[in-house]
């Protein structure tokens, strides 16, 4: 605080007698009233940011209450601080915000906060819309004063003040000017403290000892890594003499290692530190002086070889691991040549590692896939994108027996990014191809069981039950359709249906009903029926498979489709006295399940579908399409 007042009476008093009114010479009263007022609001203004920077730890939060205390003093409604931005020294970054949480930054020679800063003095200007550098910012600003904080002859920063009346920093000036220096003092202080606070936590978290010493090589500081390496506490440490933290064998060393750093070299080397039981720690040692002393960091070679010691045995355990593991592991070179092979491969291959080192991978290919040249291809994908997982491919045993196998290749690389060889695992997938093709072979059994016992069944229940609804008068176009949707939903399986009528006004397919596309399905809701999909299923007369919609070039809605996961489908035409008056899309994420749909009772049920929409076409204004013959 001393350091502070002595810099602003300081600068006051110089200010005074250059203009020959010090307290010495003649002045009036009123003169000596208004220095006085300046003075006591000085000594409050700088009591304030002394206590201030003397608790703060964090420079932001300083910065955000010291343009409190300027708030409060001098009534102005916006202040503000501006410093270089750490990140980009061309831009200048607010530290104190009009709303907390918001940031705000700008080029160094923008606005007058940048002239200030680029010409090192005070910008003073009574009217701001008149100044073409003027950043408009708050509508009610009139007037603008910015002051550039000098430390140590280099501007760190800038405190602008806006004020809504013209002329309103005339009275202030001066005084403004004065805390302005000592808020520039404050700041370099409170930075270095947060500096060192910041520093002081990293180096107490570092697993290394550190040990600060003065320039006779006795300690100032110690971390907690060091305190607990030779078991002594902070307090014991501080004083002792680096000579007296080593045993006797080491003190040569250091007595030679101490006169290199007074000669300003650094050093390295190896000591044994001597614990408070008496016992020794081998450590390494990295010294470094600067002007008032020597830091070190200290590590303890005892870790280092523990650490060795446990990659060794986490090495020898993933090694273990491959190559008891019961899937194929196998090292390939970068000339695509066997260089290690494990148990589970010479279980799935029948080879020794003694027979198949160093002959080529392509060795388990089949033939017709190394005419392909399948290997040369997942391998150099691997080598562009890093690694190949599961792809499902065949091999063959040493007996000739093709083996289904899924492989994945991870690329080796060395310490400059370059492939040089690959891992490559190959799981047996015979079980669960045999148990997949029985699980097929189960569920078509079940399929032909289900569709014995109850498809004359499910034809009636549903075709009266259309045709019901068809008759009830109450039941509007709407509620078929939606009932039609639905059934068709359950009965299939379907991941998807649509039902969409024919309207001959506009020749248009509008959607009716749907179950499962979601509501993204309705921009869709008219689509031309010349040219549709539809429109070559009613020419046949029957349903249309459609195996991939996606890149169908007649279907309308492929990005939809592609959204929804939908990747097949059948497309029914609705067909009544020769006549199309809609269609039904059946949709299936999955091809293969075009074949296990009952085609059958989708075209009886499509038929009984478009005599009950044709019972109630009429209140949907649509007419009917006239098949082509």
Same mark, same amino acid.
């Given at each position: 605080?001393?350091?502070?007042?002595?810099?602003?009476?300081?600068?006051?008093?110089?200010?005074?007698?250059?203009?020959?009114?010090?307290?010495?010479?003649?002045?009036?009263?009123?003169?000596?009233?208004?220095?006085?007022?300046?003075?006591?609001?000085?000594?409050?203004?700088?009591?304030?940011?002394?206590?201030?920077?003397?608790?703060?730890?964090?420079?932001?939060?300083?910065?955000?209450?010291?343009?409190?205390?300027?708030?409060?003093?001098?009534?102005?409604?916006?202040?503000?601080?501006?410093?270089?931005?750490?990140?980009?020294?061309?831009?200048?970054?607010?530290?104190?915000?009009?709303?907390?949480?918001?940031?705000?930054?700008?080029?160094?020679?923008?606005?007058?906060?940048?002239?200030?800063?680029?010409?090192?003095?005070?910008?003073?200007?009574?009217?701001?819309?008149?100044?073409?550098?003027?950043?408009?910012?708050?509508?009610?600003?009139?007037?603008?004063?910015?002051?550039?904080?000098?430390?140590?002859?280099?501007?760190?920063?800038?405190?602008?003040?806006?004020?809504?009346?013209?002329?309103?920093?005339?009275?202030?000036?001066?005084?403004?000017?004065?805390?302005?220096?000592?808020?520039?003092?404050?700041?370099?202080?409170?930075?270095?403290?947060?500096?060192?606070?910041?520093?002081?936590?990293?180096?107490?978290?570092?697993?290394?000892?550190?040990?600060?010493?003065?320039?006779?090589?006795?300690?100032?500081?110690?971390?907690?890594?060091?305190?607990?390496?030779?078991?002594?506490?902070?307090?014991?440490?501080?004083?002792?003499?680096?000579?007296?933290?080593?045993?006797?064998?080491?003190?040569?060393?250091?007595?030679?290692?101490?006169?290199?750093?007074?000669?300003?070299?650094?050093?390295?080397?190896?000591?044994?530190?001597?614990?408070?039981?008496?016992?020794?720690?081998?450590?390494?040692?990295?010294?470094?002086?600067?002007?008032?002393?020597?830091? $070190?960091?200290?590590?303890?070679?005892? +870790?280092? *070889?523990?650490?060795? !010691? #446990?990659?060794?045995? %986490?090495? /020898?355990?993933?090694?273990?691991?491959?190559?008891?593991?019961?899937?194929?592991?196998?090292?390939?070179?970068?000339?695509?040549?066997?260089?290690?092979?494990?148990?589970?491969?010479?279980?799935?291959?029948?080879?020794?590692?003694?027979?198949?080192?160093?002959?080529?991978?392509?060795?388990?290919?089949?033939?017709?896939?190394?005419?392909?040249?399948?290997?040369?291809?997942?391998?150099?994908?691997?080598?562009?994108?890093?690694?190949?997982?599961?792809?499902?491919?065949?091999?063959?045993?040493?007996?000739?027996?093709?083996?289904?196998?899924?492989?994945?290749?991870?690329?080796?690389?060395?310490?400059?990014?370059?492939?040089?060889?690959?891992?490559?695992?190959?799981?047996?997938?015979? $079980?669960?191809?045999?148990?997949?093709? +029985?699980? *097929?072979?189960?569920? !078509? #059994?079940?399929?032909? %069981?289900? /569709?014995?016992?109850?498809?004359?069944?499910?034809?009636?229940?549903?075709?009266?039950?259309?045709?019901?609804?068809?008759?009830?008068?109450?039941?509007?176009?709407?509620?078929?359709?939606?009932?039609?949707?639905?059934?068709?939903?359950?009965?299939?399986?379907?991941?998807?249906?649509?039902?969409?009528?024919?309207?001959?006004?506009?020749?248009?397919?509008?959607?009716?009903?749907?179950?499962?596309?979601?509501?993204?399905?309705?921009?869709?809701?008219?689509?031309?029926?010349?040219?549709?999909?539809?429109?070559?299923?009613?020419?046949?007369?029957?349903?249309?498979?459609?195996?991939?919609?996606?890149?169908?070039?007649?279907?309308?809605?492929?990005?939809?489709?592609?959204?929804?996961?939908?990747?097949?489908?059948?497309?029914?035409?609705?067909?009544?006295?020769?006549?199309?008056?809609?269609?039904?899309?059946?949709?299936?994420?999955?091809?293969?399940?075009?074949?296990?749909?009952?085609?059958?009772?989708?075209?009886?049920?499509?038929?009984?579908?478009?005599?009950?929409?044709?019972?109630?076409?009429?209140?949907?204004?649509?007419?009917?399409?006239?098949?082509?013959?």
């Amino acid at each position: 605080m001393k350091a502070i007042f002595q810099r602003g009476h300081s600068a006051l008093n110089s200010k005074r007698h250059r203009s020959g009114t010090a307290f010495g010479s003649a002045a009036t009263i009123p003169e000596l009233q208004k220095r006085l007022t300046e003075n006591s609001i000085f000594i409050d203004v700088i009591s304030k940011i002394n206590a201030l920077m003397t608790t703060a730890t964090d420079f932001e939060e300083f910065c955000i209450e010291v343009t409190g205390v300027l708030k409060s003093t001098f009534r102005f409604k916006y202040i503000q601080i501006w410093i270089p931005d750490e990140q980009d020294t061309k831009m200048l970054r607010l530290v104190t915000p009009d709303e907390s949480g918001t940031t705000r930054r700008m080029l160094r020679t923008s606005g007058i906060v940048g002239r200030a800063i680029q010409n090192r003095k005070p910008e003073l200007q009574t009217n701001v819309h008149s100044d073409p550098d003027y950043i408009n910012v708050h509508a009610d600003t009139k007037s603008e004063l910015c002051i550039p904080f000098l430390c140590e002859n280099n501007v760190i920063g800038a405190i602008n003040i806006e004020a809504a009346s013209a002329n309103n920093f005339e009275k202030q000036k001066e005084i403004l000017q004065m805390i302005a220096d000592n808020i520039g003092y404050a700041m370099k202080v409170t930075m270095l403290r947060q500096t060192e606070l910041y520093f002081k936590a990293v180096v107490e978290q570092m697993n290394e000892g550190v040990w600060v010493g003065d320039k006779n090589e006795c300690t100032l500081y110690t971390n907690a890594a060091l305190q607990k390496m030779i078991g002594r506490s902070e307090k014991e440490l501080i004083g002792m003499s680096s000579f007296d933290l080593f045993d006797e064998n080491s003190k040569p060393i250091i007595e030679i290692e101490n006169k290199k750093r007074k000669r300003g070299e650094q050093s390295h080397y190896e000591a044994k530190l001597i614990t408070k039981e008496g016992g020794t720690v081998p450590v390494v040692l990295h010294a470094v002086p600067f002007e008032s002393g020597t830091m $070190a960091t200290i590590t303890n070679l005892h +870790e280092i *070889q523990d650490a060795k !010691e #446990k990659l060794k045995n %986490a090495e /020898r355990y993933l090694a273990s691991i491959a190559q008891n593991c019961i899937d194929a592991i196998i090292g390939v070179d970068y000339n695509n040549t066997i260089c290690s092979w494990n148990l589970g491969a010479e279980r799935m291959y029948g080879y020794k590692a003694s027979e198949i080192i160093g002959e080529p991978v392509t060795k388990m290919v089949p033939r017709e896939l190394i005419e392909t040249d399948e290997s040369a291809k997942i391998l150099a994908e691997a080598k562009k994108r890093g690694f190949v997982r599961n792809f499902e491919t065949l091999r063959v045993h040493k007996n000739g027996k093709q083996i289904p196998v899924l492989v994945t290749i991870s690329a080796i690389k060395n310490d400059g990014g370059k492939v040089i060889g690959y891992s490559i695992l190959h799981k047996d997938i015979t $079980a669960e191809k045999k148990w997949q093709f +029985e699980l *097929q072979g189960r569920f !078509e #059994k079940m399929q032909d %069981a289900y /569709r014995e016992m109850g498809l004359q069944r499910r034809h009636l229940d549903y075709i009266v039950e259309i045709l019901n609804l068809a008759l009830e008068g109450n039941r509007t176009i709407q509620q078929i359709g939606g009932f039609i949707v639905n059934a068709m939903a359950m009965i299939t399986k379907a991941d998807a249906v649509t039902l969409r009528l024919y309207n001959q006004k506009t020749a248009r397919l509008e959607l009716l009903a749907q179950n499962g596309v979601g509501e993204s399905w309705w921009g869709k809701k008219a689509i031309k029926f010349s040219g549709s999909i539809l429109e070559e299923a009613a020419a046949k007369g029957a349903p249309l498979k459609i195996l991939d919609i996606i890149n169908h070039p007649k279907y309308t809605s492929p990005a939809l489709a592609r959204k929804m996961n939908l990747r097949s489908a059948l497309v029914v035409p609705l067909i009544a006295k020769k006549s199309a008056i809609g269609s039904m899309t059946i949709y299936l994420s999955d091809e293969k399940n075009l074949s296990l749909l009952d085609n059958e009772f989708i075209e009886i049920f499509a038929r009984q579908t478009a005599l009950a929409i044709l019972a109630d076409v009429q209140c949907n204004n649509c007419t009917l399409k006239k098949v082509s013959p």
